[in-house]
């Protein structure tokens, strides 16, 4: 191999060198801005971290909305058919926000599965569920009927 190609050669695995290295970083970088989706059954059996952002979807649970007199506080319950995750919010809701509906809440789980939102998608049609919310209720059971406004009675 002659100088040159020596040359060559090592600015090559330099530069990829480089890049991995690089890449590496991006990765872990945006390992904390990543938020991932748990169900209110995947809460309650503790495979949702604490303390760290996540997103948890599923129905807003008739009975369960009480807001605040005083400020624009609210608290409701999300369910998926088996199990119940208390949520606090303290912004206004999304319009379409009510009980009976989709949703999905981003935000942080504490030590006793209290969920605290930082944002709360609603779903924007008649029809649409989103993917997540509909999967983990139907996989608990509930019926999800496209052509109502309301899920349907559990699976016989």
């Given at each position: 191999m002659t100088p040159k190609q020596k040359q060559r050669a090592i600015i090559v695995v330099g530069l990829v060198v480089i890049t991995l290295a690089a890449i590496g970083l991006l990765i872990y970088a945006s390992r904390s801005e990543?938020?991932?989706y748990y169900s209110p059954v995947e809460v309650k059996e503790g495979k949702a971290p604490v303390d760290r952002s996540i997103r948890i979807g599923g129905l807003v649970a008739p009975g369960s909305l009480v807001k605040s007199d005083e400020v624009i506080d609210v608290a409701f319950d999300?369910?998926?058919?088996?199990?119940?995750v208390?949520?606090?919010y303290d912004k206004m809701l999304p319009d379409l926000f009510r009980e009976g509906q989709g949703v999905i809440a981003t935000g942080v789980l504490d030590d006793n599965h209290?969920?605290?939102a930082t944002e709360i998608l609603a779903k924007h049609d008649e029809t649409y569920m989103p993917p997540e919310v509909k999967a983990s209720l139907e996989k608990s059971g509930?019926?999800?009927?496209e052509n109502s406004r309301h899920p349907g009675a559990p699976k016989e």
């Open positions: 990543l938020n991932y999300i369910m998926d058919g088996q199990d119940r208390h949520v606090t209290h969920f605290t509930i019926v999800i009927d």
